[in-house]
């Protein structure tokens, strides 16, 4: 997967609540999620972003609790890949689940800015920032990740395998 987009980059330790807060969980709906995500610490999120845009993060992003509402409410806003120093263990299982993109690089992490534009190619494990010219690298997607990424998640691929997609 090869994405490009503009850059919206958060700090430590942002926890599912602050994705998407709980008072907003009533519904599985997509587009309402994504209406909702981020609010709490970023009000003007969902009018910035745009399809194939980036989160960029420090430590331990989608810690809290074990909402699968948190990466679906990200990927439903637009963003096509997070990149953060390293994840939650749950968030990053949820996110690979529904088919957003993780990637851990604590060096891009440090180099990126808000609003630089940046392209992201989880098979050659490249991180390309185009408005400073650097160019990061990262352990690409195992085999089952990118296939879940490719599918759009969990379900899609399980129902692709059985052929009842």
């Known amino acids: 997967m090869k994405a490009t987009g503009t850059v919206h980059k958060y700090g430590d330790h942002i926890d599912t609540d602050a994705i998407i807060a709980a008072r907003y969980l009533s519904t599985t709906d997509p587009m309402e999620l994504a209406a909702n995500c981020m609010e709490d610490i970023d009000p003007e999120f969902v009018e910035r972003v745009k399809p194939g845009d980036i989160i960029v993060a420090g430590e331990n992003f989608g810690c809290g ?49 808000a609003g630089d534009e940046i392209t ?28 879940l990424v490719e599918a759009g998640g969990l379900v899609p691929m399980v129902k692709q395998k059985l052929g009842t997609a």
């Open 120 to 147: 992201v190619d989880t098979e050659e494990g490249t991180i390309v920032n185009h408005t400073t010219g650097e160019e990061f690298s990262f352990q690409p997607l195992t085999d089952i990740a990118a296939e």
């Open 65 to 113: 609790s074990s909402r699968e509402h948190a990466p679906i409410a990200i990927k439903a806003a637009g963003i096509s890949a997070v990149i953060a120093v390293n994840f939650a263990r749950i968030f990053y299982r949820n996110a690979l689940n529904i088919g957003l993109p993780i990637i851990e690089s604590a060096e891009a992490v440090e180099a990126i800015n």
